[in-house]
C-alpha cells in the first residue's frame, strides 16, 4: 500500500475553517448570506466573516430568552462549576487562541497575555457565582411585624457590544458577569478581531453551557447597534469603546422598554480594574420580598 | 322553631349600616393655609419670574385653597444655580455627622407638625384623612430620620468602593403620595451629600410648600434644597438643564420614557419610579378573609392612586365564587365620603382630569365585556369622586388588564394552575410589584421567586417602610427607593 505523502508540514495542503457564529447552541452561518473579509497585516486572507443581519440578532434574542428561565433558575454553585468548565476548555485550547491571535496581528506576547488573562476572569466571576448575593443583599428591619428582604434577580436578556480592539479578553471580561448573574447575552464580536470570538463560541459549545445562554454574532456596530438597542425582548444594553453617538443612539433607542443601558468605557481590561463584582451587580435588579409575622408582640421572653 | 325561619338562617349583615356613622371630621382650622406661595429658592421664597401663578383646589369640594406660583426655565435655573452653589460651598464639605444632624432635625419638625401637615395633605390631595395621619405623614418623617443615620456611614455601604455624592439633583413628584415622595426624593440625596431641586405636582404643592417653610426654620444652609412649582414645562426645564447630574422622577411610564430620551446625550445619572399593573393572586388555600381584606387595601388605598396597586386580581377558579361574594360584600361596606372624615374610606379622586381618566377606563371596561359592580354608597354631591369598582368576565387582553388606570378600580381574572397564573401575572411590559395568598409556604417562595416584580408582598400589601426598597422590573423603571440600595443613585462609586 502506497503510504500517504502528504503529512509533511511543508507538503499538506491546510484545512481552512469555515468561520460561523454561534447562536441557541448551534454553529449557522448568517442567514443573510453575506461577509466580509478579513486580511491579516501582510494582506493574507484569513476568513469570510459573517456579516450578521437584524434577523441573525433577532433569532439570537429568541435563543436567550428561551435560555433564561432555565439558565436564571440553575442552582448559583452550578452556575460556577460552568463559568470553571468554560476556563478549562479554554486552557485546554490555549495555542489555537495565541495562533490565531498572531494570525490577527497581536505580538505572541500580546496573544499569550490575552488568552491567560481570559481564563483567569474566568475563574475569577466562577467564584463569584453564589457570593455576590450575599454581598448585594438584605434583611431590612421594618418597623411593623413582617419579615422582609431584598435580594438581586437576573435582568433577563443582555445585548453586548464588545470593544473592539481587544480579540477576547474584552469579550470574556463583558461577557462573564453577566452569565455569572443568571442573564443570558447576544455579543457582538470585535469586526476587527472576530475570529478569535467565533472560536471561543466552540470553547462555550464544549463547556457544559446551554445552547443559547451566550450567543456570539460577528458583523459591524453601525448596522447592528439600533437592534441591539430597541429590541423589545431584551432587558439591557451593554456598550463598551463605542463612541459618543453611538451611545446616544443607544441611549435613546433602548427608551422604547426603558433598557438598562451601561456603558464600560476606558477600562484596560488587562488590570484588576477590569474585574469587580459591581460588574454583576449592574446587572441584577433588586427584589423586595415582605411576609407577615405573626404576633411578634408576644414574643418578649428574654431567657 | 318554625319551618319558614329553617328557610332563612342565614346571617345576614346591613352591610350599608356603616355608612350610618356620625360625622367625625378632623377639623380644618389646624391647616394655617396661606393665600398664596412663593418659589423656595436659595433660602428664601421668592416670586417667580413671569409673575404667574395657578390655582391649587380642594378635590373634594372644587373651592381654591391657594394658589402657587409657576415656575419658570428662568426660575429653574436660579434654583439650580443655587443648588449648584450650596453643593460646592458648602453641602459637599460638610461631615456626614453634620449632614446627618440637620436631616434629623427635618424629620422631628414633621413629626411636631404632622397633624397640620395630614390635614393640609387630605385637603390639596383628597385622600381620607386616615391615610394622611397615620400613614403619609409618618412614613415621610421616618425616611428623613432612617437617612439621616446614613450620612456619616456611607463607607460601610458599599464595599472595597469610596462613595461620593453625584452633585445637584432634579427630582420631579407626583400627586398621589405629595409629602412622602418629597421625603422619599429629598431624604437620600441629603444623606449622600447631593443637593437639590425639587418640583412637586401640580395639584398637590401644598405639603411640599410647608416642607419648604419647615427646612428654612430648621435653619438648613441656603441653597441646598430649593422647592418649586409647576407643571410638565417646569419639569421639562429641570431635566434638560446642563448643571444639573442627576435626575430623579417618579410619575407615568410615558414621561419617564420622554425624559430617559431627554437625557440619551448627557451623563446625568437617572432613576424612573413609574407605572404598575400588579397582580395579586389568591390561592384556593389562602386565608380568604384576610386575601380579600388584602386585596381590598391593595387596590382602594389611596382611592387606587398608587403605582404598585394590586389592579389584578387572580383568583384560583376553585375559589372564586366565594372571593367574589366576600370581595362584593366588603365594597359595600367602603365609605365613599369627605376625606377629613375619620369615617372615611375612599376620599376624592386628586383632579378632575384623573377623574375623566377613571371613567374612561369604566367605559373601556364595558365595551370590551366586563361586568362592572359598583358599590351603591351614594357619592358626594360636590368634587370628584369614583365608586370603588370591580369588573369581572375580564380578559387577560382586556385594555383594563392591560393599563394602568390610576383609580380605584380592579379587575379579576381566574387561574387553574401556579404555572399558569405565573405567566399570566408576568405578561405585562409592568413589573413593579406583585402580591400572592396562600397558606403554604414553598408555594409562596416558588411564587415570590418567580414573579418578575421589584416589590412582592406575600400574604399582605401595600407595605412601605424607610428600610425596604422600592422600585420595578422591567418598563416600571430602574433604581430603587429604601433602604441601603436607595442610597446608590446617589452615590458615584470609585
Known sequence: ?303 | MAKDDKKDNTLKLKFDSARNLAPAPESKSIAKIKPQYELFINGSFVKPESGKYFDTINPATEEKLSQVAEASPADVDKAIKSARSAYQKVWSKMPGKERAKYIFRISRMIQEKAREFAVVESLDGGKPIRESRDFDIPTAANHFFYYAGWADKLNYAFPTKTPRPVGVASQIIPWNFPLLMAAWKIAPALATGNTVVLKSAETTPLTALMLAELIQEADLPPGVVNIITGAGETGAAMVSHPDTDKIAFTGSTDVGKIIQKAVASTHKKVTLELGGKAANIIFDDAPLDQAVEGVINGIFFNQGHVCCAGSRLYVQESVYDIVLRKLKDRLETLIVGDPLDKNTDIGAINSRGQLETIQKYLKIGVQEGGEIHQSSCPLPKKGFFCSPTLFTNVSQSSRIAQEEIFGPVLSILTFRTEDEVIEKANNTPYGLSAGVWTDKGSKIFNMTTKLRAGVVWANTFNKFDPTSPFGGFKESGFGREGGLHGLMPYLHLD
Not at chain 1, 478579513?38 to 456579516?51: E, I, P, R, T, Y
Not at chain 1, 413582617?146 to 457590544?161: A, D, I, K, M, R
Open chain 1, 1 to 303: 500500500m502506497a503510504k500517504i505523502n502528504n503529512t509533511n508540514e511543508e507538503q499538506r495542503l491546510e484545512v481552512l475553517k469555515t468561520y460561523k457564529i454561534y447562536v441557541g447552541g448551534q454553529f449557522p452561518r448568517t442567514e443573510s448570506g453575506r461577509y466580509y473579509v478579513l486580511k491579516s497585516k501582510n494582506g493574507d486572507h484569513l476568513a469570510n466573516v459573517c456579516q450578521c443581519s437584524r434577523k441573525d440578532f433577532r433569532d439570537a434574542v429568541l435563543a436567550a430568552r428561551n435560555a433564561f428561565g432555565g439558565w436564571s433558575a440553575r442552582a448559583a454553585f452550578n452556575r460556577g462549576q460552568i463559568l470553571y468548565r468554560i476556563a478549562e476548555m479554554l486552557e485546554g485550547r490555549k495555542s489555537q487562541f495565541v495562533d490565531e491571535m498572531t494570525k490577527q496581528g497581536l505580538s505572541l506576547k500580546q496573544a499569550n497575555e490575552e488568552v491567560n488573562l481570559s481564563i483567569e476572569r474566568l475563574i475569577y466571576y466562577a467564584g463569584w457565582c453564589d457570593k455576590y448575593q450575599a454581598m448585594a443583599s438584605t434583611v431590612n428591619p421594618v418597623a411593623s411585624s413582617h419579615f422582609n428582604f431584598s435580594s438581586p434577580e437576573p435582568t433577563g436578556v443582555v445585548s453586548v457590544l464588545a470593544p473592539n480592539d481587544s480579540p477576547l479578553l474584552g469579550l470574556v471580561s463583558l461577557m462573564a458577569p453577566i452569565i455569572a448573574g443568571g442573564n443570558t447575552c447576544v455579543i457582538l464580536a470585535s469586526s476587527k478581531y472576530p475570529l478569535s470570538a467565533v472560536t471561543f463560541g466552540e470553547v462555550l459549545g464544549t463547556s457544559d453551557l446551554s445552547g443559547g445562554v451566550v450567543n456570539i454574532l460577528t458583523g459591524f456596530v453601525d448596522e447592528l447597534l439600533p437592534y441591539f438597542a430597541d429590541h423589545m425582548d431584551v432587558n439591557a444594553i451593554v456598550l463598551s469603546d463605542q463612541g459618543e453617538p453611538q451611545v446616544t443612539l443607544a441611549k435613546e433607542k433602548s427608551v422604547f422598554n426603558l433598557k438598562r443601558v451601561f456603558q464600560y468605557k476606558n477600562i484596560n481590561w488587562l488590570t484588576e480594574k477590569g474585574q469587580s463584582p459591581y460588574f454583576i451587580l449592574d446587572l441584577q435588579e433588586i427584589k423586595t420580598t415582605w411576609h407577615p409575622i405573626e404576633n411578634i408582640g408576644g414574643a418578649k421572653a428574654s431567657y
